[in-house]
């Protein structure tokens, strides 16, 4: 009778553990297999209608990082979720600034954009609704909006971003809606890499002495990676531009500084730099290279200026060279 007993609590033990075993990998293989929520629709699919998400180009500091050409409706009869790209096709930067060109079928629509920023596999997590405010475009149309990606909770590594273009009848995207079924129109994914800048230091280029009136090129260190940069012209603490690079004309001489403050993930950096603005001491030198000698008719070149001595005033004239004969 023990040896009876023995057997049959040895082979309940094997059970739980067996079963604690099985628990453990279903919830294994259910993490492993998380997936991106598809969206539907409540109404018509997209490609009966024109209601598509057509050309997309994303721009870094006037540099194009990611450019689709116009591709119509790639969804199914049940999903308007397509996953455009299966490879890492660009990377945004934590913290930084970019422009998005969206374009659209025959109809208005309204776009939104997330970034999975925590690659957690949902658009659900703060930060994620990327284009707040944005307003419906005319149909036919290419608009192009900006967003920024923020800093915090951020993972790094290849995620996703998603864009959802809806005919809703003036209604906007929510920060919400990621999942939620379109009433006509298209959603697209796209897989991406997300970084943060290793590194905080601001920086610029500029000459170090230039003539009155002339252009003084400011060009900065930091083209991508930073989320805010300030021009302080004449360092005295007023911000005068936010652009990424900076062109400027000092009307009178003397020594002006500027300062730069340039931030990312990391915080806040500054740096100054000064320039010594001085007048001619010689007429200009009038000079210029062109970029071909001999051009078929109807194509185009450029002229290119040379002048010396400062500058500020050119005249352009152009004729064949038999009316300049005798």
Request: hydrophobic residues 35%.
């Amino acid at each position: 009778m023990k040896n009876r007993f023995t057997q049959l609590k040895n082979q309940v033990g094997s059970l739980n553990r067996f079963t604690l075993l099985l628990a453990a990998v279903v919830l294994s293989a259910m993490s492993a297999s998380a997936q991106y929520c598809q969206s539907g629709w409540t109404n018509a699919y997209c490609s009966l209608n024109g209601m598509s998400i057509e050309n997309v180009t994303i721009i870094s500091s006037g540099t194009t990082i990611y450019d689709k050409a116009k591709d119509g409706c790639n969804g199914s009869t049940t999903s308007s979720s397509t996953l455009i790209t299966s490879t890492s096709a660009f990377t945004l930067n934590g913290g930084s600034n970019y422009s998005i060109a969206i374009g659209c079928g025959r109809f208005p629509m309204n776009m939104g954009v997330w970034i999975d920023l925590n690659n957690d596999k949902d658009f659900n997590d703060a930060g994620e609704f990327v284009s707040t405010g944005w307003t419906q475009q005319a149909a036919n149309s290419t608009k192009t909006y900006t967003f920024s990606v923020g800093c915090k909770n951020i993972k790094t590594g290849v995620t996703r971003l998603r864009i959802k273009g809806d005919y809703a009848f003036g209604n906007t995207h929510s920060a919400g809606s990621s999942c939620t079924n379109l009433s006509y129109g298209e959603e697209e994914d796209y897989t991406m890499t997300l970084a943060v800048s290793g590194s905080l230091a601001a920086g610029f280029f500029m000459v170090d002495t230039a003539y009155v009136k002339t252009k003084v090129n400011m060009i900065n260190n930091n083209q991508t990676g930073y989320q805010y940069h300030g021009w302080d012209i004449g360092d005295d603490g007023s911000i005068d531009y936010t652009t990424t690079n900076v062109t400027e004309k000092f009307n009178s001489t003397g020594k002006y500084c500027v300062r730069l403050y340039s931030e990312n993930c990391l915080g806040r950096d500054s740096v100054l730099r000064c320039v010594e603005i001085v007048r001619p001491t010689a007429p200009p030198v009038a000079d210029f290279v062109s970029s071909s000698n001999a051009i078929e008719l109807y194509n185009s070149f450029t002229l290119t200026d040379l002048s010396t001595n400062g500058a500020i005033y050119w005249e352009w004239f152009m004729y064949q060279q038999s009316d300049s004969a005798g």
